[in-house]
Each structure stands twice: as C-alpha cells, then as structure tokens.
C-alpha cells in the first residue's frame, strides 16, 4: 500500500482551498470581480492543482502495485 504522504499534502491544502473559494465568493458577492477572479486564479495554482496531482498520483501508485502483486502471483503458479 502506498504511503500517506500524498494524502497529508492533499489534507494540508484543502482548508486553504475552501478559505480561498469562500473568499473569492464573498469578493465576488461584493462586485470586486477583478479581486474574485485573482483569488480563483491563485486558488487553482496553489491548491487545486497540487489535490488532483496527489490524487492522480496515488492512483497510479495503486495500480503499479496492484500489477506487480498479479504479476508475482502468476510467476508464482509457474
């Protein structure tokens, strides 16, 4: 199994994620839409993208394992 270390990085941006998405609405709520938009901006760079790279990531970790153990298991019957 892979380690939780993407899962710890992914857990660290989420409350910044939601900080900055509520901020961008109220901003929004507000008619600063220039403000708004900035705060997407940088919402998307800092947090968003980094949550889906640990995702994908892990996803792929998983299955190189889940491939290997097959593998070892079918040399194994041999």
């Excluded at 710890?8 to 998405?21: D, K, N, R």
């Amino acid at each position: 199994m892979p380690s939780t270390t993407g899962r710890v990085f992914e857990a660290l941006h989420m409350p910044f994620f939601l900080a900055l998405t509520v901020l961008a609405i109220h901003r929004l709520a507000a008619g600063r839409v220039d403000f708004a938009l900035q705060n997407l901006g940088i919402n998307l760079v800092i947090n968003f993208y980094p949550m889906l790279h640990h995702r994908r990531t892990r996803a792929r970790i998983v299955k190189l394992l889940s491939d290997r153990a097959t593998r070892d298991a079918q040399s194994e019957v041999r």
